[in-house]
């Protein structure tokens, strides 16, 4: 089993920039796969951006030059960095591990844009 705990969200201006981080504990050995999520009110969650341990990332359309998701070094932490946010960028954001038997999920960190 994999624990995940994200942190660094907040509220931040248009244009600002914010870094989440997600910590993983447990069996961070079997991850091969970590990504953000984001969930806003009212709407599905979605996928903002992932990283395989061999380096692949996908990441949203919408978040394409302007956000960027850490490699996967130790397996133990893995870091959003977001820049030039826009108001629809408010949300919670989870973190998110994949091994090969199971899917974990963090408990969520709000992200607010905001004048």
């Known amino acids: 089993q994999v624990q995940l705990v994200e942190s660094g969200g907040g509220l931040v201006q248009p244009g600002g920039s914010l870094r989440l981080s997600c910590a993983a504990s447990?069996?961070?050995?079997?991850?091969?796969?970590m990504g953000w999520y984001r969930q806003a009110p009212g709407k599905q969650r979605e996928l903002v951006a992932t990283?395989?341990?061999?380096?692949?990332?996908n990441y949203a359309d919408s978040v394409k030059g302007r956000f960027a998701i850490s490699p996967l070094n130790a397996k133990n932490m893995v870091y959003l960095q977001m820049s030039s946010l826009k108001p629809e960028d408010t949300a919670v954001y989870y973190c998110?591990?994949?091994?090969?038997?199971?899917?974990?999920w963090g408990q969520g960190t709000q992200v607010t844009v905001s004048s």
């Open positions: 447990g069996s961070i050995f079997s991850i091969h796969a």
């Open positions: 998110n591990a994949v091994s090969l038997t199971v899917t974990s």
């Open positions: 990283i395989t341990d061999g380096g692949t990332t």
